[in-house]
């Protein structure tokens, strides 16, 4: 149709010479061509032209028999837009609830009480909410794990989240677990470590620990933790239509790679979950492979039993492709989100809880923590000090969950660990610095600092790095805020202010968007309503 047209528009010009009509309208058709070539719809069918014709001809063969009787629904889902979906931060919603823009349709994601799917995508670098970690951008079917532990883990947990970057599902465990849990969230690869520490200091949850270790290094904590999350590195599949780097990397060869690596991940941590503890296996990806033979796999050699819960049908997800499994399968045209894969096991023989391995160590920075006696300086920074113990290291001063004290200061020793608690600011001779994730802390005292309510236009200065006016303040720390949200801080000198974020967090674009798009607008009243208008 678009070609008839465009044949149609010049046709004049071509045969009959200049005409103004046909050339304003040939005008207007080029321009519209040159949209359609650069839009997101155009991309992703040229994915799947490039998935179907050139690398992954032996994907398209495995689906036909993988789903023989849905396959051409399926790739027909891969050419469609994918959904944009976001998931509440709960604990900064609760103090500080707002609503939906009008002009943003929300619609909520089924299995998440905090997922909800946006009308539209804005631009999210822009949205100062954003920065603050009032919600984090999540794909929709990775939410459906804030169901799978609200059905499984009803006491407080100690849980291991494996492959954790770049956060998503750590999020969702700091929120869905029981009070009193722990959450450990660990990354292997260094650059994406350090993501994942940003995003979890936005969320302001104190029960966390990130670390930048292999999965073998869990070694030192035997039997020791009730709930390990391998959400494992794999094929990605089921990220074809909002990935083109996983369309151009898949084969037969690297599904048997991934397959592989994934076992080995797998047998590496798996002392470390106790004996009656749930592990959650979970990929993006679809073929069983990396899915249900897997499953088989740690049932029969690891020694576990897949552990099954209802799922309301009109949800639309599937069981597994095997028999024998119980897992739980997203596919796009089914479910209104990408691919996912899902099983839970429980680990085989008795309860007991093992002993940490105190002959393991590795070189670190945290040998010299040391608990504090005058705490007097700190206590009015955090909500609860009662609930916590400050401790130094190096002169950085850090809240850690009294209740969680000695197992967070064992990992300090034992592994590579980037963040734990609330890291409260650093101790320079005389003066204190308070530190970003202090702003970010929901813990942190709302009296504890002048609070300072900036525009839009400042909110986005600050997070670029910029020098934004203060009037009329008194000297030292401020906290900037936006929308009643702390941003950071600023630290104000009188003739002039310096700006506190973080510099590797800024902003880097120069631009703003023409249309300010901005999910939340105003405050609800009532904080028990839903944040939809």
Known sequence: MLLYNLFVTFAPVLFTGYNPKASLACKNWMQLLKKWLFSDVFRRQSWVMVMIMKSTEDFVRSMRSLIPHEAEAFFSALEEDAPVSIRLNPTKFRRNPLCFSPEMVAQTVPWSQ???????????????????????????????????????????????????????????????????????????????????????????????????????????????????????PCSGEGMFRKSENAVAEWSLKNVEMCASRQRNILTDVWDALKPGGLLIYSTCTYNVYENEENVRWIADELGAECVSFPVDESWGISPALLSGVEAYRFFPHKVKGEGLFVAVLRKSASTKRGTINNSFRQKNKNRGISFL????????????????????????????????????????????????????????????????????????????????EVSYEQAIAYLRGETIALDRLPLGFVLIAYKNEPLGFVKNLGNRTNNLYPREWRIRSSHLPEKREEPFGMVIEDSTKNPIP
């Open 373 to 452: 006696n005058d705490i007097a300086e700190y206590v009015s920074l955090l909500q609860n000090p009662d609930d916590f113990c400050f401790v130094e290291n190096r002169g950085r001063i850090t809240a850690l969950p009294r209740t969680h004290v000695e197992i967070l200061l064992t990992l300090a020793q034992k592994l590579r660990v980037m963040s734990l608690g609330i890291d409260i600011g650093n101790k320079k001779g005389c003066d204190f610095i308070p530190t970003h994730a202090l702003a970010m802390s929901t813990q942190l005292n709302p009296d504890a600092f002048c609070r300072q």
């Open 114 to 232: 905090w997922g909800y799917y946006l009308s539209e995508r804005p631009s999210f670098t822009f949205d100062p909410l954003f920065h603050a970690g009032y919600y984090y951008v999540q794909e929709a079917s990775s939410m459906f794990l804030e169901y799978v532990v609200r059905q499984l883990v009803h006491e407080p947990a100690m849980c291991l989240d494996l492959c954790a970057a770049p956060g998503g599902k750590s999020a969702i465990l700091l929120s869905s677990l029981p009070e009193g849990s722990l959450v450990v969230s660990n990354e292997i690869v260094r650059q994406r470590a350090c993501v994942l520490s940003e995003n979890l200091i936005k969320l302001g949850q104190s029960n966390a620990a990130v670390c930048n270790n292999a999965p073998a290094d869990f070694a030192a904590f035997p039997r020791f933790f009730d709930l390990v999350l391998v959400d494992a």
